[in-house]
């Protein structure tokens, strides 16, 4: 199975579970490596009430030290985060990457202006909203992202669709100008499968997505982004079909910022 490197603490204050039990979990899915990646402090704080703050990153570092001495070299424990993209953030993340010696970042976009869409609270705004304009607000910030050059794995693709909530017509329009922006930046993207637990019943990205993006040359990671030990390695044989339906033929493995094609079983 490949690595799974989209997963979170308790920390974000919606997550459980101890580290032993979700490096159990990990071992026992047959991964290959597993990696933590819990939402990262955002200034001005409080910001919100889904992610830990900056005071609390020391106690990350902890949890994934007790992650790695549980683990004990049964298999290789990586270190992340998960970073918001927000207009004008790049100090930030760069000020992040700097406090640890991470793995790899991880980059999503969860936030357009003050609104983090993929929010359930916000199930009224999205009714009122124009679909359209939020997918193309959406899609130009992905972009953006893509092009900062400041991470190593773009989250979630079009997370925008969680509540199902789709233009109409063939989606493409979005999704090319995107994919020219991440093949340029480099990184890979995540094929994310909580997707499919969630009202889009999809996975992250959505198939035609995954076939450009294969072409484009985008490499991949697979991850759950579970939220509970559970949760690690779920649908990954769902995932890798898809994958290879799409065309990939390898994810990647991530070490101190460093990438290597590992074959898709
Ligand atoms: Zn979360
Ligand atoms: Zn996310």
Redesign the pocket.
Known sequence: MPADYHT?TPL?R??GGAPEAFVDAAIAAGLTEYGISD?APQRPEPFDD?RMSEAELPEYFEWIARARAHAAGRIPIRAGL?CDWLDGGEPWIADLASRHDWDYLIGSVHYLGDWDFDNPKWLGRWAESDVEAVWTHYWQTYARMAESGLFDILGHPDLVKKFSFRPQGDLARFYEPAIDAIAAGGCAIELNTAGWHKPCAEAYPAPGFLELACSAGVPLVISS?S?APQEVGRDFTKAIALAKAAGYRETQLFEKHRRRGEPLA
Request: with cysteine.
């Open positions: 979170h974000c919606h997550a939402h889904w998960e982004d939220h």
